[in-house]
């Protein structure tokens, strides 16, 4: 059974408190690291946002955030944890922002001091200078920034810049909570703590990589935003990159969080650029058309983009909710081996898989037996778990039969205890000051350089954007960008 370890107190303050990652994801990840006793009781969890709340209001939206029924609630460790919450009016981008008001409420006791940018970062630079001006960027202070840190390298820059006059880059927490699933960061275990995966873990005997990050709602509520992001900007630029490194890395000397990031820079620098001849046969672009979600009709991505901007703009629109990489990284232990990289939305279902697809044995002794090779899943959503496909003999009379079977390792199966969520894991790390897990300055540029590249390919050469029905697993050019190499997606019977 897990065993959690108290940390520190500290306090931490949420700008953009009353919106959506707060309610959704920070306010429970602190209530359920409370309930299991990692938080103190002199914590403070102070909400700073524009919305006219005052505390009694805050608390009352927590507690709706924190659980689904009233009937759930444990009344006791609610009134316990309710205690922590605060809640402060504030523009921080108003030059008349009540900073002091902000500072009187925190403790005065050399505590770290979390600040989350829960918020658009367009205005992470203008709060940060805020928090320098006021005396808020103590020593022990921490700040959180969520991505997209940027929407290209320029801007991204301009964002590193500005938070790094006010913070020292030891004290910037850049998350991407992918970094925070159990499976993710089992990678480096499987590796590195196994001998039977190592020594495999090359062009010697690895066929090629496969990583999918596949969503099965649309962009409604978003459509304004994401037309100006689009799958690549909103999710190859992190979430997959950060996936690819951690699959590709080398091995670090140690732990240590400088450590493991140089190591996943390299392999951001070594990715292999595009130019307008190969982005064509390398990439696939689309959007979503009209199509089915089981029995319940979709409207395309044009007709809900109609809904929150100007008809006339999105008749043009060629912002992709899809996109499928074939990419390379250009080293020793990767010489050759393709990745393939998707992301889309309303795809057929929601989930996230690295699969390790191996060699083939290098001469069938089984003639007329059919055998595939073997293959590595490892499986971040929805069900966390590893799976090792096995090549077995089917038992039973009237010749040899060969059936691929998987050892399985289902967090849910082997692991019957609630284990903390990204969310959780990742604001304790970012207590106890262990930066592993979050994105270091040159890692976030490196990987904005090669997104830049091929955005700008695209536009240099033109790339069509193709369509694919809403429910589907996207385009059929998809498919047909693996099957050129004689390889096909992966495809899980996930409903």
Not at 81 to 106: C, Q, V
Not at 462 to 471: N, V
Request: aromatic share 10%; net charge neutral.
């Amino acid at each position: 059974m897990a065993e959690f370890i108290p940390v520190e107190p500290f306090d931490i303050v949420i700008f953009g408190g009353t919106g959506d990652l707060s309610r959704r994801k920070l306010l429970p990840a602190l209530f359920h690291r409370f309930l299991d006793g990692q938080l103190d009781h002199t914590n403070k969890i102070i909400g700073a946002a524009r919305t006219n709340f005052d505390r009694k209001a805050f608390v009352k939206m927590a507690k709706k955030a924190c659980f689904a029924t009233p009937d759930e609630i444990p009344e006791s460790k609610w009134a316990e944890f309710a205690a922590l919450l605060d809640y402060i009016i504030m523009d921080a981008t108003d030059k008349t922002a009540n900073w002091n008001g902000l500072k009187t409420r925190l403790n005065q006791d050399g505590r770290p001091v979390i600040y989350y940018m829960a918020t658009t970062p367009h205005i992470y630079v203008q709060t940060c200078q805020g928090l320098g001006k006021a005396g808020l960027n103590t020593p022990n202070a921490r700040l959180v920034l969520e991505k997209p840190i940027g929407t290209d390298l320029t801007s991204a820059r301009l964002i590193n810049d500005g938070v790094g006059a006010v913070f020292p880059e030891n004290s910037i927490f850049r998350i991407d909570h992918y970094l925070g699933k159990e499976t993710v960061q089992n990678l480096m275990v499987l590796r590195f703590a196994n001998t039977l995966f190592e020594p495999l873990w090359s062009h010697h005997y690895i066929d090629h990589v496969q990583i999918t990050v596949a969503e099965n709602i649309g962009v409604e509520g978003r459509a304004g935003y994401y037309d100006r992001s689009g799958a690549v900007r909103d999710m190859v630029q992190n979430h997959l990159l950060q996936l690819l490194c951690l699959t590709a890395m080398e091995p670090p000397n140690s732990l240590i969080a400088d450590e493991v990031r140089t190591e996943k820079i390299k392999v951001l620098k070594a990715l292999k650029a595009f130019a307008p001849g190969t982005v064509k046969s390398n990439t696939v672009r689309a959007q979503y058309s009209a199509g089915m979600d089981g029995e319940i009709p979709v409207r395309a991505y044009l007709d809900t983009l109609l809904d929150t901007t100007n008809a006339d703009d999105t008749k043009s629109s060629r912002t992709e909710t899809f996109v499928a990489i074939k990419t390379e990284i250009k080293n020793w232990r990767w010489a050759g081996v393709p990745f393939y990289l998707r992301t889309g939305k309303r795809m057929a279902s929601r989930h996230s898989e690295i699969v390790i697809q191996f060699k083939p044995t290098p001469h069938p002794l089984f003639e007329g037996a059919y055998s595939e090779a073997n293959r590595l899943v490892i499986r971040l959503q929805p069900d966390e778990g590893v799976k090792l496909y096995m090549q077995i003999k089917e038992p039973g009379p009237g010749g040899l039969r060969i059936k691929s079977l998987p050892l399985n390792l289902s967090y849910a199966e082997n692991f019957s205890v609630r284990y903390p969520d990204a969310y959780e894991r990742l604001l304790m790390d970012i207590v106890r000051g262990n930066l592993a897990l979050f994105m270091r300055r040159d890692e976030v540029e490196a990987a904005w350089t090669w997104v830049d590249n091929l955005l700008a390919n695209w536009e240099d050469s033109d790339q069509a954007m193709e369509t694919y029905a809403a429910g589907t697993q996207g385009p059929v050019q998809s498919a047909m960008l693996m099957d050129r190499d004689g390889r096909t997606w992966w495809e899980s019977n996930y409903k």
